[in-house]
């Protein structure tokens, strides 16, 4: 069984910064591989970036390549998404995401505000 509660979201002018935070409970953090997603009012639920177990690589959707960095403290059990030079159109709730085989596990999600 595995937890995962997300903070960090909030309202941005577009430009700004933000730093989310994904914190998951259980044993082996550092063994399993993470992502972030995200959904915006009236859209699907599409990958934003992935970090590999340990760190060792790390992948980003298109739209937001060059502007958001995701990455992992395995000490703390958590994975964080820093996102940067922010847009209206990222505006959107943030999940974190992990699975174990067959399970996948999201939290609650953060909700992310970008005005114009």
């Known amino acids: 069984q595995v937890q995962l509660v997300e903070s960090g979201g909030g309202l941005v002018q577009a430009g700004g910064s933000l730093r989310l935070s994904c914190a998951a409970s259980g044993s082996s953090f550092s063994s399993y591989a993470m992502t972030w997603y995200r959904q915006a009012p009236g859209k699907q639920r599409e990958l934003v970036a992935l970090?590999?177990?340990?760190?060792?690589?790390?992948n980003y959707a298109d739209s937001v390549k060059g502007r958001f960095t995701i990455s992992r403290d395995d000490a703390k059990n958590t994975v964080y998404l820093q996102m940067n030079s922010l847009k209206p159109e990222d505006t959107a709730v943030y999940y974190c995401n992990t699975w174990r085989g067959s399970l996948q596990y999201w939290g609650k999600g953060t909700l992310v505000t970008v005005s114009s």
């Open positions: 970090i590999t177990s340990y760190g060792g690589n790390t």
